[in-house]
């Protein structure tokens, strides 16, 4: 019997432990990942005044001022603030991409069926949208799309500022647990869509959450 307590209260620290342990993981995690968005935020923030203040008003204001190379030195100078992004761009009210930092001079690329070009041309949402993972247009990398609406002086949609983040720098992020075979990471988007779930052998990224957890 005294072995057998004993074992018990072994198992029972043990499974405490873990449970520390796991906590304490996900804390990390969940801070390194709420700092990396923020980062975003603060960008999109401001080259959103930056737009704003070189008076693209208009939508034909919006492509004239920013396709050129000085726009896409803007987006270049300010991506390298941002280690864990790969690309930045405009993008016109139609869905045109007026200038990005992975290539220039830009080739004609229409990205109008995109989610979150939708969502943004469809609703006067100020804060940040965040896509499931898609192909990057330019490049076909799985990439996580950080989105900001701009409007015009009478407060129409002239265009959105995107930020793009690899799907691999998430899957590095979470890799950590790659040890603790009975853990798993999800990343929400507020209405439950999964944006990345690690492991995820079935992908399940883009699911609604309840979804997602039944395949699980």
Known sequence: LAIGLSIWWLRSDAVREAQRYANNLAAVLAEQTSHSVQAIDLLLNELQERVEARGAGTPNDFR???????AHQLLTERLARLSHAATMTLTDK???MVNSTSLWPLPPTDIS??????????ND?????ISSPLSDRVKGIPTIFFAKRINGAANEFVGMITIGVRLSYFEHIYGSITSLGD?????????????????????????????AESQA
Do not use: C
Not at 64 to 70: A, F, K, M, P, W
Not at 113 to 122: A, G, S, V, W
């Open 64 to 70: 004239r001022l920013l396709q050129g190379e000085n």
């Open 183 to 211: 853990l798993s990471f999800l990343f929400l988007r507020k209405d439950g869509t999964v944006i990345v779930r690690y492991p995820d052998a079935t992908d399940r990224a883009g699911m609604e959450r309840a979804l």
């Open 113 to 122: 069926d995109r989610e979150h070009f939708q969502h943004l041309r469809n």
């Open 94 to 96: 139609d869905g045109w």
């Open 125 to 129: 949402d100020r804060g940040v949208y």
